[in-house]
């Protein structure tokens, strides 16, 4: 099995910054894509960013322009780098993982983390 761990949420003012992180560990073999999705109460859950293993991205509209998605392929580890924020960006944000586990010739799965809160005020 394989652990997302995400961090760095919190409470910050509207034009500010945050940095999440999301560390993988457990029996990886490889990592085919990681992203970050967000829910807010009431609607659906939908996607953020995401990053391939060729360090391709893909932003929701809504995020293009403020919002990046670097990594540390040696550290299993990828970040989130909001800024700019808006209240609209208020949401849990869950990290979530394609990744191929040990041994050799296991499928992927998809895996997430279980979520860090993000409150932007006025």
């Known amino acids: 099995q394989v652990r997302l761990v995400e961090s760095g949420g919190g409470l910050v003012q509207a034009g500010g910054s945050l940095r999440l992180s999301c560390a993988a560990s457990?029996?990886?073999?490889?990592?085919?894509?990681m992203g970050w999705h967000r829910q807010a109460p009431g609607k659906q859950r939908e996607l953020v960013a995401r990053i391939n293993g060729d360090g391709n991205t893909v932003y929701a509209d809504s995020v293009k322009g403020r919002f990046t998605i670097p990594r540390d392929a040696s550290k299993n580890t990828m970040y989130l780098q909001m800024n700019s924020l808006k209240p609209e960006d208020t949401a849990v944000y869950y990290c979530?993982?394609?990744?191929?586990?040990?041994?050799?010739?296991?499928?992927?799965?998809?895996?997430w983390g279980q979520g860090t809160q993000v409150t932007v005020s006025s």
């Open positions: 457990g029996s990886i073999l490889s990592i085919i894509v």
């Open positions: 979530n993982g394609v990744i191929k586990t040990t041994p050799v010739g296991t499928p992927w799965s998809q895996y």
